[in-house]
Each structure stands twice: as C-alpha cells, then as structure tokens.
T-cell receptor, first 112, second 114 residues
Framework: QKEVEQDPGPLSVPEGAIVSLNCTYS??????FMWYRQYSRKGPELLMY????GNKEDGRFTAQVDKSSKYISLFIRDSQPSDSATYLC????????????FGTGTRLKVLA | SQTIHQWPATLVQPVGSPLSLECTVE??????LYWYRQAAGRGLQLLFY??????ISSEVPQNLSASRPQDRQFILSSKKLLLSDSGFYLC?????????????FGPGTRLLVL
C-alpha cells in the first residue's frame, strides 16, 4: 500500500464549479499536510498547509484534514480556467525523518 | 522573503556526458535542502536531502550524486548520464526542524538525455 493515494484524474469541471480534491494516507504519524499547485513545466507552488486536524480557508481555497479517517481535502470555490493545473498533496512531520511524502497529483481542467 | 533559484532551466545532454545542476536559496539560513526528480505523468521521487554543509543523504541508488559546498547551495551531479536520467529536476528547501513545516520548490530544470 502506498503511503499516500491520490486520484490522478483528469478532472474536468465547468467554470464556477466547486472542486473537491482528495488524498488518503496510511501513516498516522503525519502532522503537516500541504497542497501544491503545479502548472505545466513549472515547479510546485505551495497553496495551503494545515497542522494536525481541522479546516483552513484562504480566499477561494479550503483545506480540510480528518486525521481519524486519514483523509485530506482541498476545495476550490468558483473555479476559474486559471486554476487548471496539477494539484499535489504532501505530508510530513514524522519525528526523526526529514522526508516529505507526496501524492502523484490530480490534473484539473476548468472549462470556460 | 526567501527565494530559490535553479539553473539551467533546460538542458539537453548526450548519453555518457557529465551533469551539474545548481540550486541556491536566498533569505534563509541553515535550511534543509532536497533534490527531487519528476518523470512525465509521475509523482515526485526524492533523490537526496541535506541537513547541513557536507551532509548528504541518498534515497535512491543511482549514478547521481549531490553536494552541499555552502549553506545555501546544493548541487546535483553525474559523471555519465543515462537515458533514464531524463526528467524534471526540482530543488526544494524547508526550515531546519526535522522535516516539520512546509517545503518550497524552485522552478526546476528540464533534462533530456539523448
């Protein structure tokens, strides 16, 4: 079993839709949960991060962490064509290790 | 604010040639530094990480090596490139706290080995 599972997509939605992106993980020791946006041929850009469980909102983006279910989500409200990118989830915080574990990414297309 | 630079942006090299990719970070001290490779349509593969000058940990046995000659400089090298070394190479940094907190990426180097 992979440490982090993420549906690769592609996910196509019309402009203005609410988008839900998800990752599941197996290691209950993870403490930090991150979402990155990666445009084609660019480096990943940090969008949101959450420490432990709970919700965090930033503009049109909301990150949710449910540690009991080992499930994290990123919601995008009022999606725009400029949101079309690959979204990577990442986790870290296992004490004594310096590694970050990444999902394989979900490709999102927002259609105008 | 912190900035991370990588160069070159794109590189085309013949099989068997050497490689040197450079990464530098500005605006922070004593960061953790990372090299990843991202193959087309695949996730990020951690190659090396460093928690200090001269301290390199290798994650994947291969013909690549890494060095950290200065606090904010990280170099990825190879003596002889293989076709399988083609990919998108990303450098990243994080705060020096045992892998806690967030990680920030550079713009990447696209390497094509022919």
């Amino acid at each position: 079993q992979k440490e982090v599972e993420q549906d690769p997509g592609p996910l196509s939605v019309p402009e203005g839709a609410i988008v839900s992106l998800n990752c599941t993980y197996s290691n209950s020791a993870f403490q930090y949960f991150m979402w990155y946006r990666q445009y084609s041929r660019k480096g990943p850009e940090l969008l949101m991060y959450t420490y432990s469980s709970g919700n965090k909102e930033d503009g049109r983006f909301t990150a949710q962490v449910d540690k009991s279910s080992k499930y994290i989500s990123l919601f995008i409200r009022d999606s725009q064509p400029s949101d079309s990118a690959t979204y990577l989830c990442a986790m870290s915080g296992v004490w004594g290790t310096y590694k970050y574990i990444f999902g394989t990414g979900t490709r999102l297309k927002v259609l105008a | 604010s912190q900035t991370i630079h990588q160069w070159p942006a794109t590189l085309v090299q013949p099989v068997g040639s050497p490689l040197s990719l450079e990464c530098t970070v500005e605006g922070t001290s004593n960061p953790n530094l990372y090299w990843y490779r991202q193959a087309a349509g695949r996730g990020l593969q951690l190659l090396f990480y460093s928690v200090g000058i001269g301290q390199i940990s290798s994650e994947v046995p291969q013909n690549l090596s890494a060095s950290r000659p200065q606090d904010r400089q990280f170099i990825l090298s190879s003596k002889k490139l293989l076709l399988s070394d083609s990919g998108f190479y990303l450098c990243a940094w994080s705060v020096q706290t045992s892998g806690l907190g967030t990680q920030y990426f550079g713009p990447g180097t696209r390497l094509l080995v022919l």
